[in-house]
């Protein structure tokens, strides 16, 4: 088109603006995911800004990989600390359910109830459903969403391609609940997931004592439909399970970094 | 022929009709019977195979009553008892049920011997020594006085004596004075004839235990498709609900069983989470169990009856599953607890019933028997609260690996380890966390544990262990990788 080619003039500019704006509004309208659940926010104002409304979509997909295959432990970490925010302690009644594929966390052990309780996880709401193939784990996640039953759904799944993944995101649209799934490291085929994380293991928090207090991650939103991308550095005080932003990348500044950057235009 | 081995000397044990027109007698030995016939073709009797052989049958007989029990050693192990009071009207009157049951079983290339009476003995007596007789309620004594001591199932001492004594008939038996027989035969003669008599319970063992609800269809057309059972099933748990509503239980295990046209079962057993009476329910169930089963369920021609038992009930409180309304607390309470019960068992159904659990926590400072993974049926048990002092892992191994580590001394916290075939350097190490062994179940000797937690360089989090305290159980202490942070 002409306009493209142009260089863009400070009144276009604002103009611009304006309408992707109001596209960002009623984009998640038009896709019917997201306009009945209202987001949860993560009660981190650097982060919320980033996701569309100001907070995680409840009825949607997320995916949460490992930046490298030793950090899945730190990424199942996240993605439980995230389960338990999603599931939240209103719905006391409502179980949590892991769905598990043999192979997806076999090798770094099973899932230790008095080690889910730090990150804010009551191991007695969960439901463990340990499938023999993928195909069964898939089968598994899909029936727990449609049920609308659980608070939240979490799976460990290797394949997941952009039909199962579109899916996935439909089912947790219709249903309403939040779906988490781990992925591989070297998962970075295209999705219809809501957001994708990029996790890495960071230095704990100590206290002055030399004894942890919170576990720290670094924090890639990767891909967020409707949102921008962006990397924080997260910690979950063990005692108060509450989210806040490290120290050291808490300064605006460090986020705007090229390479974030360019990330962000790569969402724009 | 088939030829078994008593006391060394290889015996008949059974013969067909042409070796029984040559005049060969079961029980005979070998050698007379050979002597007999020329032909004779000798096979080893297979008890096991026999046995194996009666209960499938057995199984198949369930298609005319639940109540089948296959004929234990006393009564000669060769054939069935079926309790079919209240069950001989759906087929038209005993008369019918035995000429159907006669002719399925003459289709299967079994001759068979039947009859029709108030107690497995004299039913026993007659099928044996009258085939084919229906006997009404209160003819015993007529009908069996002229029969001959045999039909009295005894054992072969006590029924040669008998002969001895000059007991032919049991009519000459049912007069007599009893006292003497008692002194003289212990328990078995008068038992044996009480039981036949009516006057002394007989005790059968089911092949399956009596169902509490039970519901059968005979098809006119074999079906092999999973829909048409699932529909046949919908059909017959809506028979079953009105006896559940009217008792106010719910079923709370189930067994379908499948009749295949060649006279094969399957029984599937099916257990529910919660009691219920809901037809679509069950008919989901079912249609995952067979999801499952496809693999091992071979329709072959079809099946020809299908059955639906409940097997387990719990009282249920009426009205509880039509509760829609949500705004009320404690129905809206009720109404989840359904839902998720029903996502439960169509979980467990389709996958496994073990793929399906709970994590339970377990009163053990051992990390490996901290916890215990339940089946979900029994309900969420209340976790302790965490100690900060005593950080545990996300993720446990089931068996600790072994981990090569550089201390800087030998009780001290690792400095660098080698793990998987990766050496990690320890930026930070916390610990030493000290667990003993558990000596009333590992022994005095089992070794105690010194565990760190310790984050290597790039920021990730390992629980390693010392086995054994140094230089006090062992000179060499060996390391272990058990868990692993976020």
């Known amino acids: 088109m002409p306009s493209s080619s142009r260089p863009i003039s400070g009144q276009d500019r604002a103009i611009r603006a304006a309408i992707v704006d109001e596209l960002r509004r009623r984009l998640p309208r038009m896709e019917g995911a997201g306009a009945t659940a209202r987001p949860l926010p993560f009660g981190l104002a650097a982060l919320d800004r980033h996701l569309p409304q100001g907070g995680l979509t409840l009825g949607a997909l997320h995916e949460v990989a490992p930046l490298a295959h030793g950090d899945t432990p730190a990424a199942f970490g996240f993605l439980v600390a995230l389960l338990a925010r999603l599931a939240g302690p209103a719905h006391r009644a409502r179980p949590v359910l892991l769905v598990s594929s043999p192979r997806a966390l076999a090798d770094h052990g099973r899932p230790h109830g008095h080690g889910l309780q730090a990150l804010a996880l009551d191991p007695a709401r969960l439901i463990l459903v340990e499938t023999r193939n993928e195909t069964q784990a898939l089968w598994a996640v899909e029936e727990a969403v449609r049920s609308a039953v659980p608070a939240a759904v979490a ?21 309403g609940l939040p779906l988490v799934v781990l992925r591989p490291a070297q998962a970075s085929e295209a999705s219809a997931a809501a957001t994708r994380w990029r996790i890495g293991a960071a230095e704990a928090a100590r206290d002055r004592f030399g004894l942890m207090v919170g576990t720290r991650w670094t924090v890639r939103l990767e891909r967020c439909r409707n949102g921008r991308t962006g990397e924080w550095l997260v910690e979950l005080d063990h ?12 300064d605006p500044a460090l986020s705007r970094r090229p390479g974030a950057d360019a990330a962000r235009r790569r969402a724009g | 022929m088939l030829a078994a081995d008593v006391a060394g000397t290889p015996r008949v044990a059974a013969a067909n009709a042409a070796a029984e027109a040559d005049g060969i007698e079961i029980g005979e030995a070998l050698a007379d019977a050979r002597a007999k016939s020329e032909s004779l073709q000798v096979r080893a009797a297979n008890p096991t195979a026999d046995d194996a052989a009666l209960r ?80 009404a309620a209160g ?43 008692v002194a003289r035969f212990r328990r078995e003669l008068l038992l044996r004839l009480d039981q036949m008599m009516g ?19 005979y098809l006119l057309e074999p079906v092999g498709a999973q829909d048409a059972i699932v529909a046949i099933v919908s059909r017959l748990m809506q028979d079953i609900v009105h006896a559940l509503t009217r008792d106010g239980v719910g079923a709370r295990g189930l067994r379908l069983a499948l009749y295949r046209v060649d ?112 089946a979900v049926a029994d309900g969420p048990l209340p976790w302790p609260m965490p100690d900060a002092a005593r950080p545990r892992p996300l993720l446990l191994f089931a068996r600790a690996e072994p981990a090569e580590v550089m201390a800087q001394v030998p009780e001290g916290p690792p400095r660098r380890f080698r793990w998987r075939g990766v050496l990690h ?49 062992t000179a060499a202490p060996r390391w272990f990788v058990h868990g692993l942070f976020a």
């Open chain 2, 56 to 135: 499938r049958l057995a199984l198949w007989a369930t298609r005319y009553t639940p109540t089948v029990a296959p004929w234990d050693e006393t009564s000669g192990a060769d054939g069935l008892f079926l309790d079919v009071a209240g069950a001989a009207h759906l087929f038209g009157g005993e008369a019918a049920l035995i000429s159907d049951l006669e002719q399925r079983l003459a289709r299967f290339g079994l001759p068979a011997q039947l009859a029709v009476a108030e107690t497995a003995g004299a039913a026993w007596a007659l099928a044996h020594f009258r085939p084919a007789t229906i006997l």
């Open chain 1, 155 to 175: 799976s460990a799944i290797g394949k997941l391609d952009l039909k199962i993944s579109q899916r996935l995101q439909l089912a947790a649209g219709e249903a």
């Open chain 1, 239 to 250: 005692a108060t399970h509450r989210f806040s932003l490290a120290a050291p990348l808490a």
């Open chain 2, 139 to 181: 003819a015993e004594r007529a009908a069996l006085a002229p029969l001959p001591i045999e039909a009295l199932r005894l054992s072969a001492e006590t029924r040669r004596t008998m002969r001895q004594l000059g007991f032919r008939r049991i009519g000459t038996l049912l007069d007599k004075p009893r006292a003497p027989f």
């Open chain 2, 263 to 374: 006279g094969d079962v399957k029984n599937l057993d099916i257990g529910l989470t919660q009691a219920t009476r809901s037809v679509p329910l069950v008919a989901r169930l079912i249609a995952l169990r067979l999801e499952r089963a496809t693999r091992t369920l071979d329709a072959g021609f079809g099946f020809e009856a299908i059955g639906l038992a409940v097997t387990a009930v719990e009282r249920l409180e009426p009205g509880q599953g039509e509760l829609i309304d949500g705004f009320e607390e404690a129905g809206a309470d009720a109404w989840l607890d359904e839902r998720c019960a029903a996502l439960i068992d169509g979980l467990r159904q389709r996958l496994d019933p073990h793929c399906v659990r709970r994590l339970a926590p377990v009163a053990s400072h051992l990390p490996e028997r901290a916890e215990t993974a339940l």
């Open chain 2, 425 to 473: 350097g320890v930026a930070k190490a916390q610990g030493p966390e000290r667990i003993a062994a558990e000596w009333w179940r590992d022994g005095a000797h089992a070794p105690t544990r010194d565990y760190y937690l310790v984050e290597d360089e790039a920021g990730r989090r390992f629980w390693l262990y010392r086995e054994g305290l140094y230089a006090r159980e």
């Open chain 2, 199 to 217: 006057r002394a319970a007989e005790p059968l063992a089911f092949i399956q235990p009596p169902p509490v609800y039970h519901s059968l269809r």
